[in-house]
Structure formats: C-alpha cells, structure tokens
C-alpha cells in the first residue's frame, strides 16, 4: 500500500457511513467529502492553449474558498474512446464540500463571482453536476 | 481548521504540482490522485429505491479494484436548481486513479466486469467523464 492510498484510506475515517443502501457493504465507505460539485466547461476557442491557461488558472482560485475541502482540475484524458465517453468539454472542475451549505457559500463567494467575471468570455458551455454521498 | 481539511491538505503534499499552467498560483495543487473517472447514470426505473440500491451496492464493488486509489458514490444534491445544473441523472460514480493506466486495469477487471454483468440492466443511459490533471 502507498502514501497515496493511506492518506485515502485516512481520509475514509473522518466520513462517516451514509444511508441504508451501506448496510453489510465493506467497500461503502465514501473516501471523500460528501457533496462533489462537478462542472465541464467547453471553450469558444477550444483549440486556443492560451484560453485554456487562463481558465484553468481562474479555476485554481476557487480552492481559496474557505468550504471547498478539496479540489481536481483537469482536462480529457486519453483514455480509451468509447461510445459512452465525452471527451468534447475542455476543462473540468471538481470540488468537494461538506454539504450544501458549503456549496452555497461557495456560489456566492467574492472569489468564485470574480472568477466569472474573469473567465466567463471563454466559454461557450456549461454543464454542472452536483452529487450527494449515497 | 479541521482533521478533514488537514487530511487533504496532507494528501495534496504526495501529488506533484503539474503543469506550466501552474507556475506561481499556490492553489495550483491538486489534493487527489492525478485521472479521475466520473460516470453518471440514468436508471430504467428512475423511481424505484431498489433498482437505485441495487446500482449502488454494485458501485461500491468497483472500490476493490486495486488500481483504485479512492472514491466517491453519490445521487444529486439538492443544491440550487439552475439551467446550467443537470440533476437529472439518478447515480454518480467517481474513481481516482494514479494514471489511464490505472483506469485501464480497473476497466478490465473481472470485479468490472461482473457489476456491469449484473446491474446493466437497470440503466438506460451511460455518460462517462474522464479527466487528468491539468
């Protein structure tokens, strides 16, 4: 086992087992904050490294937040192309939070609104996915 | 600041800050595992609890797999409903992997192989997110 999936496992100790669906299932344990805030950004220029660099780097002051527990940013892998894999968006962001609230406070935050104002010229589309421990 | 954020800011010190993008920005770190694999799915039945904890309990099989260096399983939150959220998916599965290698292992396990085997009958839709570090 590797420093990496140690602090995981940790990690996996400070979150407690949500929900009946658990019940008798080893492997139930959620390894991360609860709320996961996922959002693709495809860019108007998507071929452009340098609107790529700034959105990433206006993605990189959202970790500031006081809430976010912890952060992924990231662009398509090269994994293998399959009929079920987008791989069209240009930037994708992951948050975590603890809860809803977390996420609120996130919404409204001075860092992530200057982040809009910022970067929002460089996308074209949007998609968010907001997902609860289960 | 509490044992959560500590945890993940002790895992942000095993991954390597990547990219010349970074160059600068402290928050350019990345607290988790370099490629993460986000699927969401859209159930048969999207209103039956057991077709969702049959699902679930099949995910949860998928963190085994030891390529996997951490996970998260989840149903949309409620967080404010805007036109850019898709809240219509019924699950969300989320696993880290070191690299596509990684992924690749875990794509072609038998522990893979036998959730599919076993729970592709509930969902209708498939849409598969693979992202890396950036």
Request: hydrophobic share 45%.
């Amino acid at each position: 086992m590797n420093t990496t999936r140690r602090t995981f496992l940790a990690a996996a100790a400070t979150v407690s087992v949500a929900g009946a669906a658990n019940a008798g299932a080893p492997a139930a344990v959620s390894n991360y904050p609860k709320l996961v805030h996922h959002v693709f950004f495809w860019l108007k220029n998507p071929n452009s490294k340098e609107d790529l660099a700034k959105l990433l780097a206006g993605l990189r002051t959202l970790a500031k937040i006081e809430t976010v527990r912890g952060v992924h940013f990231g662009v398509p892998a090269s994994t293998e192309k399959r009929d079920v894999v987008d791989n069209s968006y240009s930037a994708s962001e992951i948050l975590f939070f603890d809860d809803t609230a977390g996420q609120k406070v996130y919404q409204d935050h001075p860092i992530h609104k200057k982040f809009v104002e910022d970067c929002s010229h460089l996308w074209e589309r949007v998609v968010v996915y907001d997902a609860i421990s289960a």
